[in-house]
Nanobody
Framework: QVQLVESEGGLVQPGGSLRLSCAAS????????IGWFRQAPGKEREGVSC????????FYGDSVRGRFTISRDNAKNTAYLQMDSLKPEDTAVYYC??????WGKGTLVTVSP
């Protein structure tokens, strides 16, 4: 069964850090680019970051550049999103996507005092 499963999010204080993981099963993640997206309450889903499948090149949205870091461990069939210096406006449901075909179900990250 093909699945992408994000790790549990949670409540983080402003300025704090959290690492999300995205574990693939039923297919090899190495063959796919990985994207992280988020959807805040009342807003459209937006792209956060992505990493290519071939050379590992990365892209970040303006709102997270310099604070978030995307990575992948092909041996573990898992991708990661390290989130530092979190802000209340980072509160959202975070989703990972492999290529354009496979989506995780999402995990809620809340940044609040």
């Amino acid at each position: 069964q093909v699945q992408l499963v994000e790790s549990e999010g949670g409540l983080v204080q402003p300025g704090g850090s959290l690492r999300l993981s995205c574990a693939a099963s039923g297919f090899t993640l190495e063959s796919y680019s990985i994207g992280w997206f988020r959807q805040a309450p009342g807003k459209e889903r937006e792209g956060v970051s992505c990493i290519s499948s071939n050379d590992g090149s990365t892209f970040y949205g303006d709102s997270v550049r310099g604070r978030f870091t995307i990575s992948r461990d092909n041996a573990k069939n898992t991708a990661y999103l390290q989130m530092d210096s979190l802000k209340p406006e980072d509160t959202a449901v975070y989703y990972c996507r492999a290529g354009t075909a496979y989506w995780g179900k999402g995990t809620l990250v809340t940044v609040s005092p």
